[in-house]
């Protein structure tokens, strides 16, 4: 298989799964495997999918690769889901964070994929400090040295930022090539951390604390709500954020563990892990009968 075409970037995402489980095709899936899968027809769509993710493994490591290599590494290697939630795409301050972890405390991961670039570091790793306190990018191992220079030039804050590299053999961990995330509380933000909350999870947190939510009409509320979180000691107000975010994701580690390694990310994410025994179906069924 020759990867070189940006529509394979695009495999891993809710919406083909959604279309392969609800239409039973997807114009993305079929143009990927028509032009760069050999004999799709005698193949499943498990097997298509596995095929397209270790080609992605060898030369085309893209931000998904590294994303599910940091799910499995972190919630089958090291924590478990039964007391860790991970979230993707999180909006904090005017950047979007890649990864987040959620157990006693919360963890940002900025993935830095081979075809990432790096411009945008400094004020991605401010916006995430203001919301958590530790920080940490997720870079190749052709990276490492650029990542501790650019490191280097953000004064303290860049100090207290951790490294990990993805390696050739996708080890993530490795003590001798890491430097772990220290605390950093120097930007964190209430009208951050509230900004990042649904509307339910700050009334959570409100009537928790103070025993009862502000009497205001509607028009009112969110600005209410947000001056009572301000009133929350910063480092209170922050574990009240990670406990409600932690709400968002579960999953038993029997559902997670049926998930194929290779399309965990996606379907943990987008919890379609709700459909898995259509997923399974799916996957067991032979492309040229889908199609």
């Known amino acids: 298989m020759t990867n070189n075409n940006r529509a394979i970037n695009l495999i891993f995402t809710r919406r083909v799964l959604n279309d392969l489980l609800v239409n039973g095709t997807s114009e993305v899936f079929n143009y990927v495997v028509q032009r760069y899968v050999n004999d799709p027809q005698d193949k499943t769509h498990g097997q298509i999918f596995s095929e397209i993710y270790h080609s992605l493994g060898e030369d085309n490591r893209n931000e998904y690769y590294y994303m599910n290599t940091l799910l499995n590494k972190l919630l089958v290697g ?6 860790t939630t991970a979230l993707s795409q999180l909006h904090i301050g005017q950047h979007i964070a890649d990864f987040v972890m959620l157990n006693g405390e919360g963890k940002v991961y900025e993935i830095k994929s081979d075809l990432d670039n790096f411009d945008r570091l400094h004020d991605q790793i401010q916006d995430y400090f203001s919301a958590f306190s530790k920080v940490s990018v997720l870079a190749s191992i052709h990276e490492y040295d650029r990542v501790q220079k650019l490191l280097k030039d953000f004064g303290d804050m860049g100090e207290a930022v951790g490294i990990y590299v993805l390696s050739e053999d996708d080890t993530i961990f490795s003590k001798s090539r890491s430097k772990e995330p220290q605390q950093y509380n120097e930007y964190l933000s209430h009208t951050n951390m509230f900004k990042i909350l649904r509307k339910k999870e700050y009334e959570n947190i409100i009537l928790d604390h103070f025993g009862e939510i502000p009497d205001v009409k509607p028009v009112f509320h969110f ?8 009133e929350i000691p910063i ?3 922050q574990n009240y954020l990670v406990q409600e975010l932690k709400k968002r994701n579960k999953i038993t580690r029997v559902m997670f563990n049926d998930i194929p390694t290779e399309l965990r990310s996606v379907v943990y994410f987008s919890q379609m892990y709700r459909k898995l025994p259509q997923l399974q179906e799916l996957l067991q069924t032979n492309y040229a009968e889908e199609k």
Do not use: G
């Open 235 to 237: 480092l209170e107000a």
């Open 223 to 230: 600005k209410a709500c947000l001056k009572k979180f301000e």
């Open 78 to 83: 090291i924590h478990s889901v039964h007391t």
